[in-house]
T-cell receptor, first 116, second 113 residues
Framework: DAGVIQSPRHEVTEMGQEVTLRCKPI?????LFWYRQTMMRGLELLIYFNNNVPIDDSGMPEDRFSAKMPNASFSTLKIQPSEPRDSAVYFC???WGRGGGNQPQHFGDGTRLSIL | EDKVVQSPLSLVVHEGDTVTLNCSYE??????LLWYKQEKKAPTFLFML????IEKKSGRLSSILDKKELFSILNITATQTGDSAVYLC?????????????FGQGTTLQVKP
């Protein structure tokens, strides 16, 4: 079975540009998570969706960040305008979530983002 | 404030040694504790623990949860160089159908030949 698929694998762009990261969750999973990983702060949850609906975006650092999930098989994380401090590895994860017995989250290989 | 703390932060051992990694937590509405292994790319799932005192085992790896004392350990016996990685502990919490994960800082394990 295909795992979580993220694109691009690497992105290098200049400050001020718009960046769009993409994620295809595992087929059948109904929960999708976006994380950011840095050396200083480790893995941090940015936002998560359940059944395509954003449930908690309290981890989104500021208004420059936005995320969408138009259907069960696709999600985007957008940064506009990008800044050097946004440089990090961004992971997408998915799971099957149900009350009282969630399944573990499975991660994609991440997008390494560098903002110059 | 919800938090997950792992120790040690780094560890260097030789092949064949046994290691114990620690994870303590303080969260509201605890649901489960998970262990992941991260090499160069994605964290890969190892164990999910929900009940105290029940050991989960997979080959040379095993883990147990103590919900009274709020900690978990991950044991690796007869370590191999392929065990070198960052081991992440995460706690799922929340009252909705989908729990949020809080990750610890990770323990970097290096196994020398």
């Amino acid at each position: 079975d295909a795992g979580v698929i993220q694109s691009p694998r690497h992105e290098v762009t200049e400050m001020g540009q718009e960046v769009t990261l993409r994620c295809k969750p595992i087929s059948g999973h109904n929960s999708l998570f976006w994380y950011r990983q840095t050396m200083m702060r480790g893995l941090e949850l940015l936002i998560y969706f359940n059944n395509n609906v954003p449930i908690d975006d309290s981890g989104m650092p500021e208004d420059r960040f936005s995320a969408k999930m138009p259907n069960a098989s696709f999600s985007t994380l957008k940064i506009q305008p990008s800044e050097p401090r946004d440089s990090a590895v961004y992971f997408c994860a998915s799971s099957w979530g149900r009350g009282g017995g969630n399944q573990p989250q499975h991660f994609g290989d991440g997008t390494r983002l560098s903002i110059l | 404030e919800d938090k997950v703390v792992q120790s040690p932060l780094s560890l260097v051992v030789h092949e064949g040694d046994t290691v114990t990694l620690n994870c303590s937590y303080e969260v509201t509405n605890f649901r489960s504790l998970l262990w992941y292994k991260q090499e160069k790319k994605a964290p890969t799932f190892l164990f999910m623990l929900t009940s105290s005192g029940i050991e989960k085992k997979s080959g040379r790896l095993s883990s147990i949860l103590d919900k009274k004392e709020l900690f978990s350990i991950l044991n690796i016996t007869a370590t191999q160089t392929g065990d070198s990685a960052v081991y992440l502990c995460a706690v799922e919490h929340g009252s909705s159908n989908t729990g949020k994960l809080i990750f610890g800082q990770g323990t970097t394990l290096q196994v020398k030949p």
